[in-house]
């Protein structure tokens, strides 16, 4: 239904589908999987597509990277990760696993910054305007 609509834009991200740590792990999988399954079908329609890193708990390390070319462009996004201690040290783990495994050349971070070392991967920041509003008293 929206195959036209996105073919307008130079590249659009695969889905992002929350991995909430009280999820059953088979839900984790299931949300990886349609999401990979959705940038598929995105390419096969002549879409170009950026994949999005997404993950939960460390056990989620297992697949969460499965299905995506190592030395790319990647996509992140910090919603959520910001809000505490815990959910910025799983964010951190998973984005060094991410480091690890997927190696991405470029990553499309959206989302408040969180402190982390990307080496020498080129990073380009999307700001939420919803987010940078309410900081700024808006």
């Given at each position: ?36 399954l ?66 991405p ?34």
């Amino acid at each position: 239904k929206y195959i036209d609509v996105l073919k307008q834009y130079k590249c659009v991200c695969s889905p992002d589908f929350s991995m909430y740590l009280c999820m059953p792990l088979v839900v984790k999988l299931w949300n990886v999987y349609r999401s990979r399954l959705i940038g598929q079908f995105w390419q096969q329609n002549g879409i170009n597509v950026i994949p999005t890193l997404q993950w939960a708990e460390e056990r989620t390390f297992q697949f969460c990277f499965d299905g995506i070319d190592p030395d790319g462009t990647v996509s992140v996004s910090t919603l959520g990760a910001a809000k505490g201690k815990a959910s910025r040290s799983y964010w951190i783990a998973g984005m060094k696993a991410a480091m690890r495994i997927v190696k991405p050349k470029v990553i499309m971070l959206y989302g408040e910054l969180i402190d982390f070392d990307f080496g020498n991967c080129k990073v380009i920041r999307f700001k939420n305007p919803f987010i940078e509003g309410m900081h700024n008293g808006r």
